[in-house]
């Protein structure tokens, strides 16, 4: 295998003298699909809101396609280089956060035209395309009040798509969702990992996507990895006993 597509070095992520994210070391390649898990408040969505600098570390390294970022003060350099490391991040949160006073189509656009990734008409068409991706070709002119929480969620994908990134980060994509409506979006993420072997970290609780699509499974306990491996593995034989007793709860 190359180099990886991320690297998280010494990783810790403090508010106050709260300890989120206790010395994370992370490795991801190119194509892989790394699931995360845990109990809440375990320090998982801190951990991915640091890979694309939402959150600055306290300490360690974070580094995605060549940019390598750490914690301290946001210079003007280092804003600039957030900004660079973001064009190879795309993100899903729990929470759609599309623009309601926009369609379908110009949330998936938005961000392309921000970053002057071509022409309109360019920018357009592969909007388009990408709503068909996801399944959403005849919501193309609604807005998001017309749509379900399902169909929000797989606009938000397509709009992560649109920057064309190298890592797609999901953070619990279907924790506000109804139990009916989760299918749909994880069969999108199952058709980036399996279709166009996306390289893709997902927070998540649901164990047969994980099952499924996984490469690799990390067990997140207190803000450390304190176990990880092949799914079958994890799921079959974890060797820790707290990683036993998070499994027996949600399996």
Known sequence: MGEPIVRIQGLQKSFGGLEVVRGVDLEVERGEVVVIFGRSGSGKSTLLRCVNM?????????????VRLGGGHRTRRKRRQIRQLRLHTGMVFQHFNLFPNMTALHNVMVGPLCAGQGKEAEIRTRALDLLDRVGLADK???????????????VAIARALAMHPDVMLFDEPTSSLDPELTGEVLAVMTALATDLHMT??????EMGFAREV????????????LEEGPPEQIVSSPTRPETKTFLDAVL
């Open 200 to 205: 893709m970290l997902v927070v998540t609780h």
């Open 140 to 154: 193309a002119g609604e807005h998001p009040i017309r749509l379900s929480g399902g169909q929000q969620q797989r």
């Open 214 to 225: 996984a490469d690799r499974m990390c067990f997140f306990h207190e803000g450390r990895i």
């Open 54 to 66: 939402i959150e600055d570390p306290t300490a360690g390294t974070i580094e995605v396609a060549g």
